[in-house]
């Protein structure tokens, strides 16, 4: 199994408030995946400005 990096309490939450729905099991893997890559191509922008420090402008959004 794949490690898990979001909160799954907090991301149950936010589903559940914003829309009345509740979270596979499934959704909580790929958002975790989705971070995963998120903070791979982080890395690859701060390398390639010659940096050793992601910052928020490395993060793809949308």
Do not use: H
Not at 12 to 27: P, W
């Amino acid at each position: 199994m794949a490690d898990i990096y979001v909160v799954t309490s907090k991301i149950k939450k936010m589903i559940k408030e914003v829309g009345g729905c509740n979270t596979s099991s499934e959704t909580i893997q790929t958002l975790s995946e989705a971070v995963e890559e998120l903070c791979k191509k982080g890395v690859e922008s701060a390398k390639a400005d010659g940096r050793k420090t992601v910052m928020s402008r490395d993060i793809p959004m949308g």
